[in-house]
C-alpha cells in the first residue's frame, strides 16, 4: 500500500509495530528502525541503541555505557559535536594554529567550537569556557567562535583568542549538537512517547508499544 504521508508513515505505525512488557529487545524488521515508543507504564529501559550515521546524520537518545574523557564518549548522544579532541595548553591568539591531539578529517571551515574541560563526559555534562561562548548562529545576536582554516588534519586556525589549559574542542554542525547526556536510568513515565531512530530497544517489565519507520 503506498503512503501519502511520509510524517504519518514514520510517527504513527503504518509499517509495523510491537508490543512488550517484558524486558527482552524489540528489533526491527530488515530495513526499518524504531521510529517511535509509547511508554504505557513508568519504564526505566535497559536498552537505546541509536542508529549511528556519524557525520551524515542526526543523532538521538540513547543508553551507553562511556567512561573517560571527551574523545573517549561516543559520538551519538548529542554529547560532543561531530568531532572532539583535546588540545595543547598555550595562549593561542586568533589565527594561530591549534593542534588537534587527534587526527580527523571531520573538520570543516565554518564549524563552531567549544572548549571544554577534557574530563567532561556523557555522564556529568559539559564544563563551556567563556572564551568559547555558546553559538546563536542567526539573528542579530549571533556569536560564537568558528573554525576559518583546516591546515591539515591535526591543525586548525580559530577566529577567537584561546588559551586551553586541560581542556578540549568540541566542533559543532547541522546535525551534531553537545551537552546531552546518556538515558541510562532514566524513568520514562506512563504516557509519554519519544520520537527517534532506534535500532534495538529492551524495555523494562512494563508495558511499551514501538513503532516502525523507514
Request: a negative charge; charged letters at 15%; one cysteine or more.
Amino acid at each position: 500500500m503506498g503512503q501519502n504521508s511520509t510524517s504519518v508513515a514514520y510517527a504513527f505505525g503504518q509499517m509495523g509495530s510491537a508490543y512488550s512488557d517484558v524486558a527482552k529487545p524489540i528489533i526491527p524488521p530488515s530495513g526499518l528502525v524504531i521510529t517511535a515508543i509509547t511508554f504505557l507504564d513508568d519504564n526505566t529501559p535497559t536498552v537505546l541503541t541509536s542508529e549511528k550515521l556519524d557525520r551524515h546524520g542526526p543523532n538521538y537518545i540513547n543508553i551507553q555505557d562511556n567512561s573517560g574523557d571527551i574523545e573517549a564518549a561516543d559520538n551519538f548522544v548529542n554529547f560532543n559535536g561531530v568531532f572532539a579532541t583535546d588540545v595543547f595548553d598555550g595562549n593561542i591568539p586568533a589565527g594561530d594554529d591549534v593542534s588537534l591531539a587527534t587526527v580527523t578529517d571531520k573538520v570543516q571551515v565554518g564549524q563552531y567550537v567549544l572548549l571544554v574541560a577534557q574530563g567532561d563526559t556523557d555522564t556529568t555534562g559539559l564544563t563551556i569556557d567563556a572564551e568559547t561562548p555558546i553559538p546563536i548562529t542567526k539573528g542579530p545576536n549571533k556569536r560564537g567562535v568558528r573554525v576559518v582554516e583546516v591546515a591539515d588534519e591535526n591543525t586548525i586556525t580559530l577566529d577567537a583568542d584561546i588559551t586551553p589549559s586541560a581542556q578540549g574542542l568540541i566542533f559543532l554542525d547541522s546535525v551534531h549538537g553537545a551537552g546531552g547526556l546518556t538515558a541510562a536510568g532514566q524513568v520514562f513515565p506512563k504516557g509519554v512517547t519519544i520520537y527517534g531512530r532506534w535500532t534495538n530497544f529492551t524495555p523494562s517489565a512494563a508495558g511499551v508499544i514501538c513503532y516502525f519507520g523507514v
